[in-house]
């Protein structure tokens, strides 16, 4: 990430990387929440046709790896980086 923001001509002030948990409550739930996290478009590039069944596929996917009293935890990183332009 440094390279990039540095080769864009911008300063680096900070890169921090955070680990994070999220548990969902269900496997609609985890899908949800990554429907909401995407504005929407988690599955805009299917054909309009499509995208119940995928939801469901999904979904069902999601299911058959939940805890055992039905929670996906997903886990992830988040990076936030500072950086400034000159002027």
Do not use: C, W
């Not at 805009?44 to 999601?62: C, D, G, S, Y």
């Amino acid at each position: 990430m440094r390279d990039l923001l540095e080769a864009a001509g911008f300063d680096v002030k900070e890169i921090d990387v955070y680990d994070m948990s999220h548990v969902h409550a269900s496997a609609d739930a985890a899908v949800r929440y990554a429907e909401s996290s995407s504005f929407g478009n988690l599955l805009a590039h299917l054909p309009p046709a499509l995208r119940p069944a995928a939801r469901e596929t999904l979904v069902r996917e999601l299911a058959a790896i939940a805890a055992s009293d039905g929670t996906i935890t997903q886990e992830g990183r988040r990076m936030i980086a500072v950086a400034s332009k000159p002027h």
